[in-house]
């Protein structure tokens, strides 16, 4: 059955591959962004077809449409962007929130809220569990994204609690894959361009702190998973994949499936910044049936393959 489904941020890198899923569906889809970090290019091959509209609006405003599902994207996801405007990326994660969450009182549809590993902060548990309460900085260089994403979800579950809203809840971890912004300061996206441009690769630190990637497609299959289970669960649970890399490992790994003749540089470490973070993803095997697929090699050698198409 066709379901009509608002996806906010649906421009942006995640967004646009929810979208083109969705879509492929059979889906009615209204893609929202304000085009802040998303980009038309990344839709740009659904636009035209019939089950597809784009909406240029920001969540800090109020958006009335009758629909059945909402995915609610909407928050720049990188450092760059989101310590560039920190207050507008509180607002965008409070305020969205709060108007998508209004939007589905309303149309008594469910809604599915996009949070983050950053919710963890610079964890004292390894790996993280959902229920490990974090250890987060409330008033440093990254509290607007992590903060902002906690009083999300805080707001997800009162409104769950006061209004009866049908609320999902996943925490997305470290995500790559095609349709990431060149310059959005992810480390897979800056260590491929450096690569790519044989530029030294820069490394903040001493390599050695971890992280877990997850290929975009698992992520997506996993967003849609959870927006389709029982309505008795409500997460929040985790969607990111275990395996855990060294920044070292990652560079070097990049520059070997380049070919490159970049160097490896190191520089100081930004303030906050976690030194390891990898999911606990038992509730998500569980609950959802659903484990990461795609290998870290396979996943970088297509986004080479599209970093390379960009240049």
């Known amino acids: 059955m066709m ?3 608002l996806v906010t941020g649906g421009a942006g890198f995640i967004g646009s591959h929810l979208c083109e899923r969705l879509v492929n ?3 009615d889809v209204i893609c929202l962004d304000n085009f802040y970090t998303g980009a038309k290019e990344n839709v740009w091959h659904l636009i035209g077809r019939p089950n597809f ?3 240029r609006h920001d969540v ?4 009335w449409a009758e629909v059945d599902e909402i995915y609610n994207l909407a928050c720049p996801a ?3 962007y989101y310590q560039n405007d920190p207050i507008q990326t509180t607002k965008t994660s409070v305020f969205g929130a709060y108007h998508m969450l209004g939007l589905a009182r309303r149309t008594k549809c469910k809604i599915l809220q996009t949070s983050t590993s950053e919710v963890y902060g610079d964890p004292s548990v390894h790996p993280q569990p959902e229920t490990y309460w974090g250890n987060v900085n409330t008033i440093g260089i990254r509290s607007c994204y992590d903060e902002g994403k906690r009083c999300a979800e805080t707001m997800f579950f009162d409104y769950h609690r006061l209004h009866g809203v049908r609320i999902k809840v996943i925490r997305i971890f470290n995500t790559y894959g095609p349709r990431m912004a060149q310059h959005d300061g992810r480390v897979v996206s800056n ?3 450096q690569a790519l441009r044989n530029e030294d690769i820069t490394i903040y630190g001493d390599g050695h702190q971890t992280r877990s990637f997850q290929y975009v497609s698992d992520l997506i299959e996993g967003m849609v998973r959870m927006m389709n289970s029982s309505d008795d669960f409500l997460g929040p649970v985790n969607i990111g994949n275990p395996g855990e890399f060294t920044m070292l490992e990652l560079a070097e790994k990049v ?3 380049t070919g490159s003749k970049s160097k490896i540089v190191f520089r100081p470490l930004p303030s906050d910044d976690p030194k390891m973070r990898r999911p606990d993803i038992a509730l998500a095997k569980e609950k959802l049936d659903w484990e990461p697929k795609v290998k870290l090699d396979e996943g970088l050698a297509k986004t080479i393959e599209y970093f390379k198409g960009t240049l």
Request: neutral net charge; hydrophobic residues 45%; aromatic residues 10%.
């Open 78 to 80: 990188s450092p760059v």
């Open 60 to 63: 800090c405003q109020p958006y």
């Open 25 to 27: 569906e059979g889906n």
């Open 3 to 5: 379901k009509r489904i």
């Open 255 to 257: 520059i070997a499936m």
């Open 53 to 55: 509209e784009i909406v």
């Open 191 to 193: 260590f491929i361009m």
